[in-house]
């Protein structure tokens, strides 16, 4: 990769960040109630391996980035009702409290529990963001089949009609 980045991968990386931190919302303010002084630590830094890491990856591939940002603006606007957040942060906390990254005096997580749990919880949501941007980007293109159709059709709400249209009189 080069030193000094093309623009694409610029506007790229500034869209992953803002969709990225976006979907920070609900769970970092669950989260931070969940795992305590020490977990903190660890979600934070987390988050922060995780960012860098996707800024690594995601802008290598196009394909990815345009359906991980799709995706992630799916789930970030779906925090309106958390449910996929809430569920999945409870399914990262019980699993790392039942290998017993847990502080001793309660059922804050450790340092090392907190970092777990936000690296499911990461893991877990941004498949959900994949699984929805790749569904989005199916029905987008469904629907342009389908407006390419009506307009070979003659349709004439979309497209040209009465004219010609790539050569054949319509």
């Not at 893991?123 to 342009?144: E, I, K, N, P, Y």
Request: charged share 10%; with cysteine; net charge positive.
């Amino acid at each position: 990769m080069p030193l000094v980045a093309s623009p694409s991968v610029w506007g790229g990386n500034v869209a992953w960040v803002v969709v990225f931190v976006a979907n920070l919302i609900v769970p970092l303010f669950l989260g931070w109630e969940a795992t305590g002084d020490g977990g903190r630590v660890g979600m934070v830094a987390a988050t922060a391996v995780v960012l860098l890491l996707t800024l690594l990856v995601v802008p290598k591939w196009s394909e990815l980035r345009m359906i991980l940002v799709a995706g992630g603006i799916f789930t970030a606007v779906a925090q309106t009702l958390p449910l996929i957040q809430i569920i999945v942060g409870i399914m990262s906390v019980q699993t790392v409290r039942h290998l017993g990254f847990v502080q001793e005096y309660g059922y804050r997580l450790t340092e090392l529990g907190g970092f777990l749990a936000t690296l499911l919880t990461a893991c877990m949501m941004l498949a959900a963001a994949f699984m929805s941007g790749v569904f989005l980007r199916a029905v987008g293109r469904d629907a342009d089949r389908r407006r390419e159709a009506m307009v070979a059709w003659g349709n004439p709400t979309i497209g040209k009609s009465g004219g010609e249209l790539g050569g054949q009189q319509v």
